[in-house]
């Protein structure tokens, strides 16, 4: 009985830690940078602020240039490497706040399990792939946002706040999320004794 209380209460946290801390992660912790580059895919060169070569407005000679691509793949690195630090020292403090210690190795798990699934739906391919396969690309493309550029011209966007792309992203994480937390308890209460 006091293991079951010992693993519901572990588990009740790290829930915490891992799901309610997700939408600081992308919202707050993400800069606007990082979220418009890291769906970015193409051999064409872009700025590291996301602009492609040949379209820039002013002189920009010098600066650093990569595929779209290269790009993509480093925002999303950045993403993931801040969503994980911010996500797993809440774990730690959340857990040690009330006097129990993760095993290092358990939280590494919780940490790899949220970390490689963040970055694989966060790059957008993996994400539409799945979103195909269990019928919700439809939901996808139906509820889109419209948005305004700087010049008042109004088109439609697929993924970013009020559309079904964030709501269905929000909602991979979270179940994700579950699993790590999970994995993370059943790896820290395993062998008794671990406080």
Request: a positive charge; hydrophobic letters at 45%.
């Amino acid at each position: 009985m006091n293991r079951s209380v010992e693993r519901l209460a572990l588990f009740g946290g790290l829930l915490a830690a891992f799901g309610e801390i997700h939408p600081f992660c992308d919202h707050w912790a993400q800069g606007s940078t990082t979220a418009k580059c890291k769906r970015f895919y193409g051999e064409h060169l872009v700025y590291l602020d996301g602009v492609t070569v040949g379209e820039e407005k002013t002189l920009r000679t010098g600066e650093p240039t990569m595929t779209a691509s290269a790009r993509g793949r480093r925002a999303v690195a950045l993403h993931v490497a801040t969503y994980t630090a911010i996500q797993t020292g809440a774990a730690v403090g959340l857990t040690r706040a009330f006097g129990y210690r993760v095993p290092a190795s358990a939280l590494l798990a919780g940490a790899v399990i949220n970390g490689l699934t963040h970055a694989a739906i966060d790059r957008g391919a993996l994400f539409l792939w799945l979103a195909d396969k269990t019928g919700q690309l439809g939901y996808v493309e139906h509820c889109q946002a419209v948005r305004l550029d700087k010049d008042g011209e109004a088109h439609a966007e697929i993924n970013g706040p009020g559309t079904a792309w964030i709501e269905l992203d929000a909602a991979l994480h979270r179940i994700i999320g579950v699993g790590a937390a999970a994995v993370t308890t059943w790896l820290a209460t395993r062998k008794r004794g671990r406080k």
